[in-house]
């Protein structure tokens, strides 16, 4: 999920919304009407939700689209408390790039404390170590975000155990996922429950409220971002 902070130079290209009225503005971009754009970037001091993830194979049993469908619930739940603009879901891959922009992008990724860590130990059943891609943590969440999505049935019909199929001593090669996984599952689905995800989506969904409010306050990322460039080209 990224957070974009924008500047006053493109900021009617962007938006972000909402002043306290009698009916409630839409958070979602498009479900906002063209007159109340201007009253969404005013509310949102130009800050928007860009949730992106990818569409792939997640076990027997949770969605294909489960990156993406967590991160556009955080959104949604998260901006009700701190108001931002959110961006229509993006499904994407990744270009590495460098150029002058008159925005800045700023990427969210929870961190946990020594108390959430704790609570979740206490409800975590299967092995830690191996809990990963669709596994009891991620099935977990889509259960308290998307219940309906999940065939908890299903679970067990495929192995997400690692199978160790390929070691090569000190080498990288792109088919290491499939040859640890050719399930696209690592983990145990089944051990998952509600209560573990609903602990893991108020802990993210709080931190990300914290993180709208320290983007929306921040002045220097734009200041030292206009820097770097002016010294590129002055080079």
């Known amino acids: 999920m990224s957070i974009l902070k924008i500047s006053a130079l493109i900021a009617l ?4 919304a909402f002043q306290l009225r009698a009916q409630e503005l839409h958070a979602r971009w498009d479900e906002l009407t063209a007159s109340d754009w201007p009253k969404a970037l005013d ?37 009700k408390k701190e108001y931002a603009v959110v961006f229509p879901d993006y499904f994407y891959g990744q270009i590495n790039e460098e150029k002058r922009r008159d925005y800045a992008v700023f990427f969210f990724e929870p961190g946990s404390d020594s108390t959430y860590t704790r609570q979740l130990s206490a409800l975590h059943k299967s092995d830690p170590a191996g809990d990963q891609h669709a596994g009891e943590r991620e099935t977990s ?18 192995s997400g155990a ?43 969904i709080g931190q990300l409220v914290e993180a709208l409010r320290a983007v929306k306050a921040d002045t220097k990322t734009l200041e030292l971002q206009k820097e770097y460039f002016d010294r590129v080209k002055e080079k």
């Not at 949730?51 to 049993?61: A, F, N, S």
């Not at 969440?141 to 495929?158: F, G, H, I, T």
């Not at 990288?172 to 995800?197: F, L, M, Q, V």
């Open 43 to 79: 509310r949102s001091g130009q800050t928007c939700i860009l949730p992106i993830g990818i569409l792939e194979k997640h076990g027997p049993h949770v969605p294909i689209g489960s990156d993406l469908i967590q991160v556009r619930e955080w959104a949604a739940r998260a901006t």
């Open 162 to 204: 690692n199978q160790h199929r390929l070691k090569i001593p000190n080498i990288y090669t792109a088919i290491w996922w499939y040859a640890s996984y050719p399930n696209h599952y690592a983990g145990d689905g089944s051990k998952a429950t509600r209560a573990e995800g609903q602990l893991v989506n108020e802990h993210y």
């Open 141 to 158: 969440s889509l259960l308290y975000l998307r219940p309906d999505l999940v065939e908890m049935d299903s679970a067990s019909n495929e």
């Open 13 to 16: 290209l962007f938006l972000a």
